[in-house]
């Protein structure tokens, strides 16, 4: 994960909205994906974006992207304690021959 | 819940043991990939079928060996194992081997060497 970085760890509290940072250096024809762990579980894909896109959103999650700096982040709205896990962010460009290319992860967690 | 099934969930075994860890997933997809994940990191990619066809292999020891007997079906031959390789083994399918095909896990077997 040496070239996808991710701040290690965030702590919210219920009802606000989180954000997760991650910086990538592949700057062409890139896929930027974010993944979700729950202790004890596999990878859940939460949502992707190709590197032309701005802005992706669906329901309380919003990705945005600045190509210019390289930087994505993870929006979560109204943030509940079932959200609260390993986010990834993963980097996969087009001809990578589809190996992501993973952040270490940020270890969000959400109080009362 | 995930569409890709790997069994076991769980599985320990001693150094000398000979074991499968198992992939399974309905969703058409045509590559298939092996990841291992230790504690508190990333995954690591291992190997990457396309087709059926081995297409990666990320310079794993050959005490791994897998094996894609159909499109559906992804398996994990263990043989002679350390201590080192106790990890989480995640599985994962995309509709084709590329950039910009995201990939879906399943749950993982968590391995233990004794």
């Known amino acids: ?112 | 819940d995930t569409e890709v099934t790997q069994t076991p969930k769980h599985l320990v075994m001693g150094m000398t043991n000979k074991k499968s860890l198992k992939c399974e997933q309905h969703m058409g997809h045509r590559a298939m990939y092996w990841y291992k994940q230790k504690a508190k990191k990333p995954p690591e990619l291992m190997f990457v079928y396309s087709y059926e066809k081995l297409s990666i292999n990320e310079s794993v020891p050959s005490r791994f060996s897998p094996e894609c007997p159909n499109s559906s079906l992804l398996n994990l031959h263990l043989h002679a194992l350390q201590p080192e390789d106790s990890a989480l083994y995640l599985c994962a399918s995309s509709r084709i081997k590329g950039g910009n095909q995201p990939q879906h896990f399943g749950d993982g077997t968590r391995l233990s060497i004794l």
């Open chain 1, 1 to 112: 994960g040496e070239d996808v970085e991710q701040s290690l760890f965030l702590s919210v509290r219920e009802g606000d909205s989180s954000v997760i940072n991650c910086t990538y250096t592949d700057s062409s024809s890139t896929y930027l994906y974010w993944y979700k762990q729950e202790p004890g579980a596999g990878l859940q894909l939460l949502t992707y974006i190709f590197s032309n896109m701005d802005m992706k959103q669906d329901q309380r999650l919003t990705v945005l992207l600045n190509k210019k700096d390289k930087h994505l982040s993870l929006r979560i709205a109204d943030t509940q304690t079932g959200d609260s896990a390993i986010y990834f962010c993963a980097e996969n460009t087009t001809d990578s021959w589809g190996k992501l290319q993973f952040g270490a992860g940020t270890q969000v967690v959400v109080t009362p």
